[in-house]
T-cell receptor
């Protein structure tokens, strides 16, 4: 069965550079979530999209932006990267979350800022 | 506001003995509850989810969890631990019927010894 695809799997960037992370949800899923997991930390919600509109916003820095495109894939754009942005970034997709639904997570993109 | 508390940051059991990972939730609305497992350097995998159909939920790999509304708990159990169960476990809560963010607990690291 198709799963959530994230690319790239690994990314190394220098401070002050920009990075773009991509997420391809499971077909027919209409909701995408982005999470950031720092070393030894639990995943922190960044932002979510439902039907290509931002549905919720968490602790996403102003340097980051995201969008969901007409084909439902999503991109997380990160500018002016800082060392503290080094983390595992997860994307998840679901049908509008509620009872009897579940969020499927991708394998994550490991971003290292040097 | 929704929140979830995992009462133990670290649990150690011997192989073949029962596992109990505790989770309490707080939500203004009827919750949807999930347990996810994360093996080292891996993505998040859904173990089980709570729906209103049954309070005792069976998941993959022999895990199960019981939803107890009176205690606002959703503890994860397994009768007999296996070495391959060693991982980080996250209890997750969200609202019913809305496209909203998932709130993660801080995680419980399960160690399985011989």
């Amino acid at each position: 069965a198709a799963g959530v695809i994230q690319s790239p799997r690994h990314l190394i960037k220098e401070k002050r550079e920009t990075a773009t992370l991509k997420c391809y949800p499971i077909p027919r899923h209409d909701t995408v979530y982005w999470y950031q997991q720092g070393p030894g930390q639990d995943p922190q919600f960044l932002i979510s999209f439902y039907e290509k509109m931002q549905s919720d916003k968490g602790s996403i820095p102003d340097r980051f932006s995201a969008q969901q495109f007409s084909d439902y894939h999503s991109e997380l754009n990160m500018s002016s990267l800082e060392l503290g942005d080094s983390a595992l970034y997860f994307c998840a997709s679901s049908l509008a979350v509620g009872f009897d639904t579940e969020a499927f997570f991708g394998q994550g993109t490991r971003l290292t800022v040097v | 506001a929704q929140s979830v508390t995992q009462l133990d940051s670290h649990v150690s059991v011997s192989e073949g003995t029962p596992v109990l990972l505790r989770c309490n939730y707080s939500s203004s609305y009827s919750p949807s509850l999930f347990w996810y497992v994360q093996h080292p350097n891996k993505g998040l995998q859904l173990l089980l989810k709570y729906t209103s159909a049954a309070t005792l939920v069976k998941g993959i790999n022999g895990f199960e969890a019981e939803f107890k509304k009176s205690e606002t708990s959703f503890h994860l159990t397994k009768p007999s631990a296996h070495m391959s169960d060693a991982a980080e476990y996250f209890c997750v809560v969200t609202y019913t019927g809305t496209a909203s963010k998932l709130t993660f607990g801080t995680g419980t690291r399960l160690q399985v010894t011989l």
